[in-house]
């Protein structure tokens, strides 16, 4: 190895993906440490930590070029030793000139001031909280004043993080592109309208509310009437996702939803609210959607919703059906609550989905309208390739066995189904027409039943859901 060229070895090195690999190639000669010392970019560390901020003060000088740096403390004990603090994020920001994609999660030591710190890293483009409880609003604003770059910034159970300032700076900012915001109390809807002229630059918006939370502050969640006059520039916007939201029509995040022309994959998670008018508008304005995936809340109790019905029906599946000819992933589910004579859409809905749109993968949980007819009306979907059925309990061992006919087929989940047996799947046994078949807790389906049915086999067997 002494004799080959430099470049080559650099070339070799770079190959190498694995971080244990690359520590055990290190350590085979200086040439090889002092080369992986100098290419390292990535650096992942939690509890191994100790003393923390001396380790990773050695570790920063060691990888002098480390752009992304991930420390993690989930599942950390006190008997572990102490915590990274604000002084490790002081290291971080003098040690690390070219940092420029840090998470933190369950760093419960570090504060404001550590943010603080941050802010001298001019480099920094990226920011990811996950559960660090003493950091507030105060503390991002600071943050985002001195990161000039910052076009990612994700937040999850920030529980302190109550002013929202510094939505207003990103917003006159004009450079954040991905904004994930998720389960943090303080920050409701209505908060988002402080982005102003940044929603244009917005590619991905995630957004999140806490769902036992959501009920306590429902009136409050509803007064966006600033949304009513202020236009949204939200054109740009490709991915989109929503749970837990209260969708008020015609205003607030339900503005949204009709003017994201680019758009390309939206996920509806229990959003309240959320009508058929939102659905046709979206898919009239979004001819570029590939992918949607919808969870229907089944609780429609709320008494400002008394006398709107609020029920997504087929309208809204046709309207994609006849708008979106790129459409190729389509997850439809109900939440636990909900009864089957209160399925929103019917069987023609779906099956006008199937027939208008070029559908790779089809995903249905509880959607009792789906049945023997549905699975029939797939062997004439050319493009499916993927299909998860979770607790359709309409579909029989008659459908099941149509699926041999499925053309381009390769991936098959069967979740919790009653009404399939081994019998079922006899005629795709000796097949290998699939490429992967997992069934989960199917309680008629038995291992055996699956052997040769697929060139990769997964089966769990769990019928405690049956009876809780």
Known sequence: MDGLPEELVWEILTRI?????????????????????????SLRVGCGLDPANDALTSLCNRFPNLRRVEISYSGWMSKQGKQLDDQGLSVLSSCCPSLSDLTLSYCTFITDVGLCYLS??????????????????????????????????????????????????????????????????????????KL??????????????????????????????????????????LELSLVNCIISPGRGLACVLGKCKNLEKIHLDMCVGVRDFDIIGLAQKSKNLRSISLRVPSDFSLPIFLNNPLRLTDGSLKALAQNCSMLESVKISYSDGEFPSFSS???????????????????????????????????????????????????SDEGLQLVSQFSRLRTLRLTKCLGVTDDGLKTLVGSYKLEFLAVEDCPQISERGLV???KSISFRQDLSWMYS
Not at 28 to 37: E, L, S
Not at 206 to 229: G, H, I, P, S, T
Request: charged share 25%; proline share 2%; glycine share 6%.
């Open 17 to 41: 993906k694995k971080t244990t690999d690359r520590n055990s190639a290190s350590l085979t000669c200086k040439r090889f440490h002092d080369m992986d010392n100098e290419q390292r970019q």
């Open 120 to 193: 001298s890293c001019s480099r920094l483009s990226a920011l990811k909280l996950n559960f660090t409880p003493r950091i507030s609003g105060c503390g991002i604003l600071s943050l985002v004043v001195g990161c000039k770059n910052l076009n990612i910034l994700h937040l999850s159970r920030c529980l302190n993080v109550s002013s929202v300032e510094w939505l207003e700076y990103l917003g006159k900012l004009g450079t954040l592109e991905d904004l994930s915001i998720k389960n943090c109390r303080a920050i409701g809807e209505g908060d988002l309208i």
């Open 196 to 237: 102003g002229p940044c929603w244009r630059k917005i590619k991905r918006l995630q957004f999140e509310v806490d769902a036992n939370y959501r009920y306590m502050k429902v009136y409050d969640r509803l007064a966006v009437d600033k949304w009513q006059k202020q236009r949204v520039p939200c054109e740009n916007i």
């Open 345 to 395: 859409f019917t069987l023609d809905g779906i099956l006008s989905l199937i027939h208008g749109c070029p559908i790779r993968e089809l995903s249905f949980d509880q959607v009792y309208s789906f049945n023997d007819v549905g699975m029939q009306t797939l062997c004439l979907a050319q493009h499916l390739e993927n299909l998860e059925l979770i607790r359709c309990q309409e579909i």
């Open 452 to 454: 040769g049915a697929a």
